[in-house]
């Protein structure tokens, strides 16, 4: 079958396609019904169906391939490298299990996941699925008012944690973070477990609420715990969006549709064989985390890797290394991690035997088409960006090689992913049928199995937020704009938040971006719109150079100025050239690695520039600060 069939019968024959897809699976009890669509835009896949997704990652697997590699846990901080076979990690999870039933915990209640890349942050949410809680993993760079909104959001009853995580060699303390958020917390959990690396020889211990992992894991060395079966629809976890706009939103998302979308995409989209090895670079803390480096490898019985460290250390060769040590089949990572090793030695790449690569996928900011052409050229692969949200768990536009193989296009994401129904809107609700038109990239619902079901405890904020910006259309918005070329590509122009209007006319932040990036000294860049009398707006650009020492007089950076407009004005007319290129040395970025745009805007019109607590690194900011004060 080819792609467009393939998508055709997914959208117009949904019960049949996903009826297929859900033998993926295994089922404890059959589901009568595939979708119950009578209260949209709810959803609900897989009916009556029981199912346990801790159950389709491990048990499924023991009697065919008990003894192969399932986590392998590689950390260049601590100098670790251990391999958990899926009958070792079957027992590891029915300890952490029984640990979290003994202190009360049952089906429907929340743990809190606070911590490092290390497997027993694995082990505990396996656990949680395992006995139908509900895990609530929080990104272990959060500070404590990030940490202690989430908590009282979620409302553990447990939460675990470990003493500390390590970056770049130093220990970050993550107890004294826990003790903080737990102080600032309404309905704070009345246990937490605690991992002890011996990385902290300060860590506090609050009697009676804090409890040693390894104590407890030790009464539990045999202990089995039997998967709870529970129906399609109960929630598996709450994940919050990554805050970028700000607002940070409970996704919750269900069972039964997402085991069955995450063995769909591990078959059409990644094409990951079982007893093969998947790479995911991201964290636990991320929905990428979740889906690829935890559930969808499993799932499909595929061993996945744990990475503690940067991707930069002990040198950037450090990825490669772990591709050609456990024969990584398909690897997943970001656009921003791909730039930063576009700044290094590209003889790191060609150090290792990455014969067993098969592809590579990006996902999570617009992949700029110097740096995918980059890539591809260093690999010798093809490198799909693919493009998702923490809202939908999995890809919405995206490369299907496992159904067709298409060549790809730089800086697209390609087309819609199976059981996405997307259009493209103008802000009046009008679709845009054209080809290269700009719109709102939206879903017309229902949505496939393994989007978000709700946001946790608030179905008219999921109403509000998600389906009402559109007058007498009821679609899901995804609020990025993009657009789709004549051979049907789509490419995502930016957040509709961040759309520029320079008298009347609007621009895509990525459009600029593209053509500033095209400049051979130019590293990474963003663009904002700032308030301008005349025009409304007017774009300005902050460029990261390659290599720094090409700017250092007024002169050199006045003449490299001059050079990145001709490129903006080449690509996109006069209309899109920037008031200003900053040569700064960092951007500031998410801790998920997206560039803070709205910030940056809000320091270049004068204003506050908000909620700073998912940034990265304060450096990036005082750098757009300084830019602007000169
Ligand atoms: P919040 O919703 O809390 O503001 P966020 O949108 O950054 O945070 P995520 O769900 O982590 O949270 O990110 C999804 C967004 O990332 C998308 O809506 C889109 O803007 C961007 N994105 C992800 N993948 C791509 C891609 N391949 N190309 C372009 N943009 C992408
Ligand atoms: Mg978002």
Same mark, same amino acid.
């Given at each position: 079958?080819?792609?467009?069939?393939?998508?055709?019968?997914?959208?117009?024959?949904?019960?049949?396609?996903?009826?297929?897809?859900?033998?993926?699976?295994?089922?404890?009890?059959?589901?009568?019904?595939?979708? &119950?669509?009578?209260?949209?835009?709810?959803? =609900?896949?897989?009916?009556?169906?029981?199912?346990?997704?801790?159950?389709?990652?491990?048990?499924?697997?023991? $009697?065919?391939?008990?003894?192969?590699? !399932?986590?392998?846990? #590689?950390?260049?901080?601590?100098?670790?490298?251990?391999?958990?076979?899926?009958?070792?990690?079957?027992?590891?999870?029915?300890?952490?299990?029984?640990?979290?039933?003994?202190?009360?915990?049952?089906?429907?209640?929340?743990?809190?996941?606070?911590?490092?890349?290390?497997?027993?942050?694995?082990? !505990?949410?396996?656990?949680?699925?395992?006995?139908?809680?509900?895990?609530?993993?929080?990104?272990?760079? *959060?500070? $404590?008012?990030?940490?202690?909104?989430?908590?009282?959001?979620?409302?553990?009853?447990?939460?675990?944690?470990?003493?500390?995580?390590?970056?770049?060699?130093?220990?970050?303390?993550?107890?004294?973070?826990?003790?903080?958020?737990?102080?600032?917390?309404?309905?704070?959990?009345?246990?937490?477990?605690?991992?002890?690396?011996?990385?902290? =020889?300060?860590?506090?211990?609050?009697?009676?609420?804090?409890?040693?992992?390894?104590?407890?894991?030790?009464?539990?060395?045999?202990?089995?715990?039997?998967?709870?079966?529970?129906?399609?629809?109960?929630?598996?976890?709450?994940?919050?969006?990554?805050?970028?706009?700000?607002?940070?939103?409970?996704?919750?998302?269900?069972?039964?549709?997402?085991? #069955?979308?995450?063995?769909?995409?591990?078959?059409?989209?990644?094409?990951?064989?079982?007893?093969?090895?998947?790479?995911?670079?991201?964290?636990?803390?991320?929905?990428? /985390? +979740?889906?690829?480096?935890?559930?969808?490898?499993?799932?499909?019985?595929? !061993?996945? @890797?744990?990475?503690?460290?940067?991707?930069?250390?002990?040198?950037?060769?450090?990825?490669?290394?772990? #591709?050609? &040590?456990?024969?990584?089949?398909?690897? *997943?990572?970001?656009?921003?991690?791909?730039?930063?090793?576009?700044?290094?030695?590209?003889?790191?790449?060609?150090?290792?035997?990455?014969?067993?690569?098969?592809?590579?996928?990006?996902?999570?900011?617009?992949?700029?088409?110097?740096?995918?052409?980059?890539?591809?050229?260093?690999?010798?692969?093809?490198?799909?960006?693919?493009?998702?949200?923490?809202?939908? /768990?999995?890809?919405?536009?995206?490369?299907?090689? /496992?159904?067709?193989?298409?060549?790809?296009?730089?800086?697209?994401?390609?087309?819609?992913?199976?059981?996405?129904?997307?259009?493209?809107?103008?802000?009046?609700?009008?679709?845009?049928?054209?080809?290269?038109?700009?719109?709102?990239?939206?879903?017309?619902?229902?949505?496939?199995?393994? %989007?978000?079901?709700?946001?946790?405890?608030?179905?008219?904020?999921?109403?509000?937020?998600?389906?009402?910006? *559109?007058?007498? =259309?009821?679609?899901?918005?995804?609020?990025?704009?993009?657009?789709?070329?004549?051979?049907?590509?789509?490419?995502?122009?930016?957040?509709?938040?961040?759309?520029?209007?320079?008298?009347? +006319?609007?621009? /895509?932040?990525?459009?600029?971006?593209?053509?500033?990036?095209? +400049?051979?000294?130019?590293?990474? %860049?963003? @663009?904002?719109?700032?308030?301008?009398?005349?025009?409304?707006?007017?774009?300005?650009?902050? $460029?990261?150079?390659?290599?720094?020492?090409?700017?250092?007089?007024?002169?050199?950076?006045?003449?490299?100025?001059?050079?990145?407009?001709?490129?903006?004005?080449?690509?996109?007319?006069?209309?899109?050239?920037?008031?200003?290129?900053?040569?700064?040395?960092?951007?500031?970025?998410?801790?998920?690695?997206?560039?803070?745009?709205?910030?940056?805007?809000?320091?270049?019109?004068?204003?506050?520039?908000?909620?700073?607590?998912?940034?990265?690194?304060?450096?990036?900011?005082?750098?757009?600060?300084?830019?602007?004060?000169?």
């Amino acid at each position: 079958m080819n792609y467009k069939e393939f998508h055709r019968q997914s959208i117009e024959q949904p019960d049949a396609f996903w009826g297929e897809q859900s033998k993926l699976v295994h089922w404890n009890k059959p589901f009568s019904s595939v979708l &119950d669509y009578s209260k949209p835009p709810f959803s =609900k896949w897989f009916v009556g169906g029981e199912t346990n997704l801790c159950y389709n990652a491990i048990d499924r697997h023991l $009697a065919t391939r008990g003894d192969q590699p !399932a986590l392998i846990f #590689v950390s260049t901080e601590t100098n670790t490298e251990k391999v958990y076979s899926f009958r070792e990690l079957h027992a590891e999870v029915q300890r952490m299990a029984a640990v979290l039933q003994r202190l009360g915990v049952g089906k429907g209640d929340r743990v809190l996941i606070y911590m490092p890349m290390i497997p027993e942050a694995i082990f !505990a949410m396996l656990a949680t699925v395992r006995i139908g809680a509900i895990h609530s993993v929080v990104f272990g760079g *959060f500070a $404590a008012n990030s940490l202690a909104t989430r908590i009282d959001d979620a409302q553990p009853k447990v939460m675990v944690t470990s003493d500390a995580g390590m970056r770049g060699g130093k220990a970050v303390p993550y107890k004294h973070l826990v003790d903080e958020s737990i102080r600032l917390s309404a309905t704070p959990p009345s246990k937490v477990v605690i991992v002890n690396r011996g990385l902290d =020889k300060d860590m506090p211990i609050v009697a009676g609420r804090d409890l040693d992992y390894a104590t407890l894991r030790q009464q539990e060395m045999d202990t089995k715990v039997d998967c709870v079966w529970v129906e399609s629809s109960h929630p598996s976890y709450i994940l919050y969006t990554s805050g970028t706009t700000g607002k940070p939103k409970g996704v919750q998302r269900d069972t039964g549709g997402y085991a #069955v979308a995450l063995a769909a995409t591990m078959k059409y989209i990644y094409c990951g064989n079982a007893g093969e090895t998947y790479f995911s670079t991201s964290d636990i803390g991320w929905v990428v /985390g +979740h889906s690829y480096i935890v559930y969808g490898p499993l799932i499909s019985g595929m !061993a996945t @890797v744990c990475y503690e460290g940067l991707p930069i250390r002990p040198d950037p060769g450090i990825w490669w290394k772990i #591709v050609q &040590d456990y024969k990584v089949t398909v690897m *997943f990572s970001a656009p921003t991690a791909i730039r930063v090793l576009k700044k290094q030695d590209p003889a790191f790449i060609k150090k290792y035997d990455i014969s067993s690569l098969r592809h590579v996928f990006l996902a999570g900011e617009p992949l700029d088409e110097t740096t995918h052409r980059w890539i591809e050229g260093e690999l010798g692969l093809p490198v799909y960006d693919h493009y998702w949200q923490t809202e939908t /768990g999995w890809a919405i536009l995206a490369s299907q090689p /496992g159904v067709e193989m298409s060549p790809t296009k730089p800086g697209s994401p390609a087309f819609a992913a199976f059981g996405y129904d997307v259009k493209l809107l103008q802000e009046d609700g009008t679709e845009i049928t054209e080809p290269n038109e700009k719109g709102v990239v939206v879903v017309v619902p229902p949505l496939p199995p393994g %989007c978000l079901t709700t946001v946790w405890g608030q179905d008219d904020r999921y109403v509000q937020t998600y389906y009402t910006s *559109f007058p007498n =259309k009821q679609v899901y918005s995804t609020f990025d704009w993009g657009i789709r070329d004549k051979d049907g590509y789509y490419f995502i122009l930016g957040r509709t938040d961040d759309v520029i209007n320079v008298a009347g +006319h609007r621009l /895509g932040t990525r459009e600029i971006e593209e053509a500033i990036g095209s +400049h051979p000294a130019v590293a990474e %860049c963003a @663009v904002v719109g700032v308030a301008d009398q005349l025009k409304g707006q007017m774009p300005m650009a902050f $460029a990261v150079l390659k290599d720094s020492s090409i700017a250092e007089t007024a002169e050199q950076r006045a003449k490299l100025e001059k050079e990145i407009m001709g490129r903006v004005d080449a690509a996109l007319g006069a209309i899109g050239r920037p008031s200003r290129v900053h040569i700064i040395s960092q951007l500031p970025k998410t801790r998920s690695g997206k560039v803070l745009r709205r910030s940056i805007q809000a320091i270049a019109e004068g204003r506050d520039p908000g909620d700073l607590t998912t940034l990265d690194d304060q450096a990036g900011i005082e750098q757009i600060k300084s830019a602007m004060a000169k």
